[in-house]
């Protein structure tokens, strides 16, 4: 959800009014998503290194996290968006955790859109997690080393079973992955647009899927069917 920042100052606001404008994108994002039968949305809202921002600025954005999910569980709910989240949730504050576990238990069971939050997450520090948890069943002796593969790394990641993404949308005219679902994003379709996050509205999700199936995905192989000589 990047150019939260510069849109705000763009309108010379500060940059909290950005995030905070986020929010109707969210729900257009969401409801799209739901309308057209996507399984999975990801939100990259807070990564590990967002923490190193101005105080004020974390404290702003972790206040609205709860207040968002106090607001909005009930539609959500009602709409069956099921919650999840990936990331270091035990860095998070009291209050936005206590709103978020309550949100995931109360939404298990639905059965539409699952909307994974991504909190104080980072690509390598959802590595590292794993590796730690690999290495627990090395030395306990349940796991050979010769043993390990990409399943058994994968198995590990904060949600297995959620699919790996099939297009990663990139907002505010950046082209870099900045730590995002690292493992997951081998084999991801990237779309990059200028659009800042608090601009984006269904219509460029739409123009975001109709290049998605322009796409030939081959995952490593050839087509099928073609180029087979
Ligand atoms: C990136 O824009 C945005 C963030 C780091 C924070 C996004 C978080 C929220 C909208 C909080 C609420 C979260 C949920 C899930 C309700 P930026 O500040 O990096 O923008 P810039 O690149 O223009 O500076």
Redo the contacts with the bound molecule.
């Keep these: 959800?990047?150019?939260?920042?510069?849109?705000?100052?763009s309108r010379g606001l500060r940059?909290i009014e950005?995030?905070?404008a986020?929010?109707r994108s969210?729900h257009d994002a969401v409801e799209y998503c739901g309308e057209q039968g996507v399984q999975y949305l990801t939100?990259?809202?807070?990564?590990t290194e967002?923490w190193s921002?101005p105080r004020a600025?974390v404290s702003f954005?972790m206040a609205?996290?709860g207040s968002?999910?106090r607001r909005?569980i009930d539609s959500l709910n009602e709409n069956q968006v099921r919650i999840k989240a990936i990331g270091r949730l035990d860095d998070l504050p009291r209050g936005p955790r206590k709103e978020l576990d309550r949100a995931i238990i109360r939404t298990a069971g639905n059965e539409g859109l699952t909307l994974v939050?991504a909190?104080s997450y980072g690509g390598r520090a959802e590595i590292v997690d794993a590796v730690r948890n690999l290495t627990a069943d090395v030395v306990s002796g349940s796991l050979a080393p010769e043993d390990i593969d990409a399943e058994g790394i994968a198995s590990r990641l904060y949600l297995p079973g959620i699919p790996d993404p099939d297009l990663i949308i990139r907002t505010?005219g950046?082209q870099r992955l900045s730590n995002f679902l690292l493992w997951e994003s081998a084999y991801s379709e990237y779309y990059f647009t200028d659009v800042?996050?608090p601009d984006f509205r269904r219509e460029h999700l739409e123009a975001a899927f109709s290049d998605y199936f322009t796409r030939k995905r081959r995952f490593g192989d050839v087509e099928p069917g073609k180029d087979q000589d």
């Design positions: 959800m990047d150019g939260n920042g510069r849109w705000a100052r940059r950005g995030h905070r986020a929010e969210i939100l990259y809202a807070f990564s967002n921002r600025e954005i609205l996290l968002f999910i909005n939050l909190l505010s950046e800042l996050w």
